[in-house]
């Protein structure tokens, strides 16, 4: 039970000052949570303690799904698609103006490099918000000829109430994955943040307000998975739920949706496959592949935490893509020289994790080319929840470190011999989150494409996804798709309408 | 007669006495204009022709008049032919940079931009409109608020513009893309002006292609007026570009141009006619029509009377009767014919025709004197063939172009006034008893633009829907547009769609890219 301010004054590294917003938002107004819990929030270049947020409790979800279904009976459901599209094109635009003020909250808060990560975060966020604001009016149902006696036709309608509970590694870009098709399909949202990273979303509040949408259609509440996550997941006025995150709380909340039936999209874990052929531009795929693991400190779903290498390129990429570690990853803090690409973990329990995962995959016989300890040779840095870049090679299937997911900046490379046990090496995993190939041959790239179980292939990239184009996963990996207008699919529910136009019993 | 063929929907310009085409090199690119509505701006008068406002190769002008007052508003600059080649080459040009190849993303930013300014602009351009056009204030507002609207629709479609992935087995990869045409040439009508610039545009631009658009001559000042706006907007030079000018001598050059890949016109079905051969013999152009209408509007026994009058009027005397879908054959069924014919006189009588500026005014001018011309010949035409006039039928005044709503009752459906397009607030009630009687009447037309149905009966509505000629149906409600719905033309009236989705379909060609994978597989 803590009294909070309203705001915090806070002047950032960068010498951003700013309020940050403590409440719940709810109903379009800062509002202290019921039993005044709160949570604090990390800054995990430093492991020092940014402020504390109120964190929501059962009652507040409670409150937030009601002021919810309120705003979608009474307003939202009346607001035509134009005008919700127009809503979020403005939101996008100030989101735009404000890329600055978005990044550095998100850096402190989350650990990104201001300049190589939190700023591009904010560039997919306002595109994110801008392209749902196109599809707001354009969510259209059929005509189905029947014969002269019926006209049949389907009408695309919202769910009502949706749930969306994001991670801590894209906190402003998975909110706009959830919120923007959401409100563009007419849906009012309850959405909680990650306990980790709450600041960035509380901020955006205000922008909501300012572009004018109407109370209750937004409601954003910080709060802990099992605390407000279960109450959200669980609640029975809210009818659908999207969950970003971890596999295990996946289940949780699929479990706990079937409580009222909630449809439910899951966007889970991954260990996806890179596989290279030897015919490959091996400096890009080199590239590539660093990118696709090093970005974000490995925090990223479908990071390439497996990289398959054809054998006679097998030592050759292993020790180009140090030496691409070593030129292009540099790490440091978040707010440190603009050229730094690799900031600390979230948590030191991420940290922790990914050094558990680094000492299993020791153990169990894979060899560490670099990395594969914690940073404390530099004395700023061992502060923070820094992990060296790791590469793990002569990684067998049978391995730890080939099976879990990390979350983290290790890479396990494994040689291969032929298409087909590229193919089935890469398939051997509970998860079918993306996979990426690199070859230069048009015939066996798109064939191997074909095989490979995976939401998401790249063809010579990796980590390349775009907002038009869907974003999901099969097996474990999820249920669903976000992006693009599949995402749309996500949060409207088909209802098919008959009339008789003359047929008598 | 090609010539007079291509004097599309105003031949008054070519009237001598009233329009000389002068020599007047001296014209300024920008003149101050005072609206009645006291708002003072710089009009431009140049062509737009790589975001730059010039004078004409020949430095030639013409004259635009005030329909309300018949007074002098500016001068433009002319087109002619060789200023259509340049305006082509200036488009050709930036079709083949960044516009036809960036982020299709940053074509949906510009234009909602744009529709952003529109909507900062809205009054002057409402002013421009009515002063140019003739039309009520009220009506063109609503014009303006559509445009932006549509704008801003088209804006989200830039980026959802979709091939599709064709399965075909494991020996193939098969997709289509849909590509832009290149540099479109469109030309539009004066009766809504803005709107139909926004129509033609907006989509054109959403699928990356480049525009030379020709205003009518009657009314070329709002496009010119939105020309400012496209390049504050940040559209790149030369993807849109406008020349005022004539139909016979810009717009033959635009249909023929070798480097023009397609044409959208909206006008009258003759013109259109014509664009279609100039498409075919130059260059096999694509084209688009949206062309001239009798639309019957339908009145059932059991409907609302009250509501359905009040939607005739809208359907016939709303902007002056210069509406392409303009509801011009009413159709009553007989148990309520004189009821209904009554209300409709009582109602229209009460309508406020005059001074465009007046806030209270429902009804403008018509844009010229040739319009006027030609919609009381008509009512000459009418009484002629024995039709009763029930009301007006009469110019109010001697200054302005200004008409009396018109309605002619006990109409045969062999007159001309039943089958013939006047374009003006002129309008036939017809009598039905069936269901089957009705479609012959409704259907008997080369046109099929639009139709209006009022009835309480769902299955009578759907019913008589599905059986009408027409590209439109509108039930109890008429003139009644959204920019996410269709909108084009049966029969004569047209081909091709406009708004929705279906517009894009307009400015997109297909593209299939079919990929052996596995030679192995036959």
Same mark, same amino acid.
């Given at each position: 039970?803590?009294?909070?301010?309203?705001?915090?004054?806070?002047?950032?590294?960068?010498?951003?000052?700013?309020?940050?917003?403590?409440?719940?938002?709810?109903?379009?107004? =800062?509002?202290?949570?019921?039993?005044?819990?709160?949570?604090?929030?990390?800054?995990?270049?430093?492991?020092?303690?940014?402020?504390?947020?109120?964190?929501?409790?059962?009652?507040?979800?409670?409150?937030?799904?009601?002021?919810?279904?309120?705003?979608?009976?009474?307003?939202?459901?009346?607001?035509?698609?134009?005008?919700?599209?127009?809503?979020?094109?403005?939101?996008?635009?100030?989101?735009?103006?404000?890329?600055?003020?978005?990044?550095?909250?998100?850096?402190?808060?989350?650990?990104?490099?201001?300049?190589?990560?939190?700023?591009?975060?904010?560039?997919?966020?306002?595109?994110?918000?801008?392209?749902?604001?196109?599809?707001?009016?354009?969510?259209?149902?059929?005509?189905?000829?029947?014969?002269?006696?019926?006209?049949?036709?389907?009408?695309?309608?919202?769910?009502?109430?949706?749930?969306?509970?994001?991670?801590?590694?894209?906190?402003?870009?998975?909110?706009?994955?959830?919120?923007?098709?959401?409100?563009?399909?007419?849906?009012?949202?309850?959405?909680?943040?990650?306990?980790?990273?709450?600041?960035?979303?509380?901020?955006?509040?205000?922008?909501?307000?300012?572009?004018?949408?109407?109370?209750?259609?937004?409601?954003?509440?910080?709060?802990?998975?099992?605390?407000?996550?279960?109450?959200?997941?669980?609640?029975?006025?809210?009818?659908?739920?999207? =969950?970003?995150?971890?596999?295990?709380?996946?289940?949780?909340?699929?479990?706990?949706?079937?409580?009222?039936?909630?449809?439910?999209?899951?966007?889970?874990?991954?260990?996806?496959?890179?596989?290279?052929?030897?015919?490959?531009?091996?400096?890009?795929?080199?590239?590539?592949?660093?990118?696709?693991?090093?970005?974000?400190?490995?925090?990223?779903?479908?990071?390439?935490?497996?990289?398959?290498?054809?054998?006679?390129?097998?030592?050759? =990429?292993?020790?180009?893509?140090?030496?691409?570690?070593?030129?292009?990853?540099?790490?440091?803090?978040?707010?440190?020289?603009?050229?730094?690409?690799?900031?600390?973990?979230?948590?030191?329990?991420?940290?922790?994790?990914?050094?558990?995962?680094?000492?299993?995959?020791?153990?169990?016989?894979?060899?560490? =080319?670099?990395?594969?300890?914690?940073?404390?040779?530099?004395?700023?840095?061992?502060?923070?929840?820094?992990?060296?870049?790791?590469?793990?090679?002569?990684?067998?299937?049978?391995?730890?470190?080939?099976?879990?997911?990390?979350?983290?900046?290790?890479?396990?490379?494994?040689?291969?011999?032929?298409?087909?046990?590229?193919?089935?090496?890469?398939?051997?995993?509970?998860?079918?989150?993306?996979?990426?190939?690199?070859?230069?041959?048009?015939?066996?790239?798109?064939?191997?494409?074909?095989?490979?179980?995976?939401?998401?292939?790249?063809?010579?990239?990796?980590?390349?996804?775009?907002?038009?184009?869907?974003?999901?996963?099969?097996?474990?990996?999820?249920?669903?798709?976000?992006?693009?207008?599949?995402?749309?699919?996500?949060?409207?529910?088909?209802?098919?309408?008959?009339?008789?136009?003359?047929?008598?019993? | 007669?090609?010539?007079?063929?291509?004097?599309?929907?105003?031949?008054?310009?070519?009237?001598?006495?009233?329009?000389?085409?002068?020599? %007047?090199?001296?014209?300024?690119?920008?003149?101050?204009?005072?609206?009645?509505?006291?708002?003072?701006?710089?009009?431009?008068?140049?062509?737009?022709?790589?975001?730059?406002?010039?004078?004409?190769?020949?430095?030639?002008?013409?004259?635009?008049?005030?329909?309300?007052?018949?007074?002098?508003?500016?001068?433009? %600059?002319?087109?002619?032919?060789?200023?259509?080649?340049?305006?082509?080459?200036?488009?050709?040009?930036?079709?083949?940079?960044?516009?036809?190849?960036?982020?299709?993303?940053?074509?949906?930013?510009?234009?909602?931009?744009?529709?952003?300014?529109?909507?900062?602009?809205?009054?002057?351009?409402?002013?421009?409109?009515?002063?140019?056009?003739?039309?009520?204030?009220?009506?063109?507002?609503?014009?303006?608020?559509?445009?932006?609207? %549509?704008?801003?629709?088209?804006?989200?479609?830039?980026?959802?513009?979709?091939?599709?992935?064709?399965?075909?087995?494991?020996?193939?990869?098969?997709?289509?893309?849909?590509?832009?045409?290149?540099?479109?040439?469109?030309?539009?009508?004066?009766?809504?002006?803005?709107?139909?610039?926004?129509?033609?545009?907006?989509?054109?631009?959403?699928?990356?292609?480049?525009?030379?658009?020709?205003?009518?001559?009657?009314?070329?000042?709002?496009?010119?007026?939105?020309?400012?706006?496209?390049?504050?907007?940040?559209?790149?030079?030369?993807?849109?570009?406008?020349?005022?000018?004539?139909?016979?001598?810009?717009?033959?050059?635009?249909?023929?141009?070798?480097?023009?890949?397609?044409?959208?016109?909206?006008?009258?079905?003759?013109?259109?006619?014509?664009?279609?051969?100039?498409?075919?013999?130059?260059?096999?152009?694509?084209?688009?029509?949206?062309?001239?209408?009798?639309?019957?509007?339908?009145?059932?026994?059991?409907?609302?009377?009250?509501?359905?009058?009040?939607?005739?009027?809208?359907?016939?005397?709303?902007?002056?009767?210069?509406?392409?879908?303009?509801?011009?054959?009413?159709?009553?069924?007989?148990?309520?014919?004189?009821?209904?014919?009554?209300?409709?006189?009582?109602?229209?009588?009460?309508?406020?025709?005059?001074?465009?500026?007046?806030?209270?005014?429902?009804?403008?001018?018509?844009?010229?004197?040739?319009?006027?011309?030609?919609?009381?010949? %008509?009512?000459?035409?009418?009484?002629?063939?024995?039709?009763?006039?029930?009301?007006?039928?009469?110019?109010?005044?001697?200054?302005?172009?200004?008409?009396?709503?018109?309605?002619?009752?006990?109409?045969?459906?062999?007159?001309?006034?039943?089958?013939?397009?006047?374009?003006?607030?002129?309008?036939?009630?017809?009598?039905?008893?069936?269901?089957?009687?009705?479609?012959?009447?409704?259907?008997?037309?080369?046109?099929?633009?639009?139709?209006?149905?009022?009835?309480?009966?769902?299955?009578?509505?759907?019913?008589?829907?599905?059986?009408?000629?027409?590209?439109?149906?509108?039930?109890?409600?008429?003139?009644?547009?959204?920019?996410?719905?269709?909108?084009?033309?049966?029969?004569?009236?047209?081909?091709?769609?406009?708004?929705?989705?279906?517009?894009?379909?307009?400015?997109?060609?297909?593209?299939?890219?079919?990929?052996?994978?596995?030679?192995?597989?036959?």
């Amino acid at each position: 039970m803590t009294e909070l301010p309203e705001f915090h004054e806070l002047t950032l590294p960068n010498g951003f000052s700013y309020k940050q917003p403590t409440g719940l938002f709810i109903n379009n107004k =800062f509002v202290p949570s019921i039993k005044k819990e709160t949570i604090d929030t990390i800054d995990p270049s430093n492991g020092e303690k940014i402020c504390s947020v109120y964190a929501a409790s059962e009652e507040d979800v409670d409150v937030a799904v009601k002021a919810a279904k309120d705003a979608f009976k009474t307003t939202w459901r009346h607001t035509s698609g134009s005008d919700r599209g127009r809503l979020l094109v403005k939101l996008s635009e100030l989101c735009e103006r404000d890329t600055d003020k978005l990044a550095a909250i998100e850096a402190i808060d989350s650990g990104k490099p201001f300049e190589q990560n939190a700023k591009g975060d904010i560039g997919e966020l306002y595109n994110v918000l801008r392209y749902y604001g196109g599809w707001a009016d354009k969510v259209h149902g059929q005509t189905i000829p029947v014969d002269d006696n019926k006209l049949a036709y389907t009408v695309h309608e919202p769910y009502g109430v949706c749930g969306q509970i994001i991670p801590w590694n894209y906190p402003l870009c998975m909110l706009s994955w959830k919120i923007g098709p959401a409100l563009a399909a007419g849906n009012t949202i309850v959405l909680k943040s990650a306990e980790q990273t709450p600041l960035s979303a509380l901020y955006l509040c205000n922008l909501v307000v300012e572009a004018g949408f109407p109370a209750g259609v937004v409601n954003i509440i910080s709060g802990l998975g099992p605390v407000a996550g279960s109450a959200l997941s669980t609640h029975p006025l809210v009818s659908k739920i999207a =969950f970003t995150g971890s596999t295990a709380v996946g289940q949780i909340i699929q479990k706990a949706a079937s409580s009222n039936m909630k449809a439910v999209t899951l966007e889970t874990g991954g260990k996806s496959p890179l596989v290279i052929f030897e015919d490959a531009n091996l400096e890009q795929a080199v590239k590539w592949a660093a990118f696709g693991i090093f970005f974000n400190s490995g925090q990223v779903c479908t990071s390439n935490s497996r990289v398959l290498i054809q054998e006679p390129i097998y030592m050759k =990429f292993i020790e180009k893509l140090k030496e691409c570690i070593d030129s292009d990853y540099k790490q440091g803090l978040p707010f440190g020289d603009d050229t730094v690409m690799v900031g600390p973990q979230v948590s030191k329990q991420q940290q922790d994790r990914i050094l558990k995962y680094i000492e299993i995959g020791k153990k169990e016989g894979a060899k560490v =080319f670099t990395g594969g300890y914690k940073v404390t040779d530099d004395e700023v840095l061992a502060k923070g929840y820094f992990v060296k870049p790791t590469i793990f090679y002569d990684v067998t299937p049978e391995m730890t470190i080939f099976k879990e997911e990390i979350f983290g900046p290790v890479v396990s490379c494994i040689p291969f011999k032929t298409e087909e046990e590229a193919i089935e090496l890469a398939n051997d995993t509970l998860y079918g989150l993306a996979a990426a190939l690199f070859s230069k041959d048009i015939t066996r790239a798109h064939k191997v494409a074909r095989e490979l179980e995976a939401g998401m292939v790249w063809i010579n990239s990796s980590n390349d996804s775009d907002f038009r184009v869907p974003f999901g996963g099969v097996k474990m990996s999820g249920i669903g798709r976000e992006l693009g207008e599949y995402g749309l699919t996500n949060y409207t529910q088909t209802k098919a309408y008959h009339v008789n136009l003359g047929l008598k019993l | 007669m090609l010539a007079s063929s291509l004097r599309f929907k105003k031949p008054a310009l070519f009237n001598p006495v009233l329009y000389v085409a002068r020599f %007047y090199s001296h014209l300024p690119l920008s003149v101050p204009i005072k609206l009645p509505n006291g708002i003072v701006y710089e009009q431009p008068t140049g062509l737009f022709i790589n975001n730059e406002f010039v004078p004409s190769r020949q430095s030639k002008t013409f004259e635009v008049i005030s329909p309300s007052t018949e007074e002098e508003i500016t001068h433009v %600059y002319e087109a002619r032919e060789d200023d259509v080649d340049i305006a082509v080459e200036a488009a050709k040009k930036a079709f083949n940079s960044t516009w036809k190849t960036a982020d299709p993303a940053e074509r949906g930013k510009v234009l909602y931009k744009l529709a952003n300014l529109i909507e900062k602009n809205a009054e002057t351009l409402a002013g421009i409109e009515s002063l140019d056009n003739g039309k009520s204030l009220f009506c063109a507002r609503g014009d303006v608020a559509l445009s932006a609207n %549509y704008i801003r629709s088209c804006a989200g479609w830039a980026d959802k513009i979709y091939g599709r992935l064709i399965e075909t087995g494991s020996s193939h990869f098969s997709y289509s893309r849909r590509e832009p045409l290149g540099v479109c040439g469109q030309i539009i009508p004066w009766n809504f002006p803005l709107l139909m610039w926004s129509w033609k545009i907006g989509p054109a631009l959403a699928t990356g292609n480049t525009i030379v658009l020709k205003p009518a001559e009657a009314t070329p000042l709002s496009a010119l007026y939105v020309s400012q706006l496209v390049k504050e907007a940040g559209i790149p030079a030369g993807v849109v570009n406008i020349l005022p000018g004539y139909g016979k001598i810009v717009g033959e050059r635009i249909s023929r141009h070798p480097n023009i890949k397609k044409i959208a016109f909206t006008g009258s079905t003759a013109t259109g006619r014509h664009i279609m051969k100039a498409a075919a013999e130059s260059n096999l152009k694509k084209v688009t029509l949206e062309l001239g209408g009798k639309s019957p509007n339908i009145v059932f026994a059991d409907a609302d009377i009250e509501k359905a009058v009040s939607n005739i009027i809208m359907g016939i005397f709303y902007n002056s009767g210069e509406v392409c879908c303009a509801g011009s054959r009413v159709y009553v069924q007989d148990t309520v014919y004189d009821k209904v014919v009554q209300a409709f006189k009582e109602s229209s009588e009460k309508l406020k025709v005059g001074n465009p500026f007046d806030e209270s005014t429902f009804q403008g001018a018509q844009t010229s004197q040739v319009q006027l011309e030609k919609i009381l010949s %008509y009512v000459d035409i009418g009484k002629k063939e024995g039709a009763k006039l029930v009301t007006g039928g009469e110019r109010i005044g001697e200054k302005g172009f200004f008409i009396k709503p018109t309605i002619f009752a006990d109409v045969k459906e062999d007159m001309r006034i039943v089958k013939e397009e006047i374009f003006g607030p002129i309008v036939t009630v017809s009598k039905f008893s069936t269901v089957d009687e009705l479609i012959e009447m409704a259907n008997d037309s080369e046109y099929g633009l639009a139709a209006g149905i009022h009835t309480i009966d769902i299955n009578k509505a759907i019913d008589v829907s599905n059986r009408l000629t027409a590209g439109t149906v509108w039930i109890n409600t008429y003139n009644d547009f959204h920019q996410n719905v269709p909108f084009g033309g049966f029969n004569q009236s047209g081909i091709g769609r406009e708004m929705g989705a279906e517009a894009l379909d307009n400015y997109t060609q297909v593209k299939a890219v079919r990929i052996k994978i596995d030679p192995k597989q036959v």
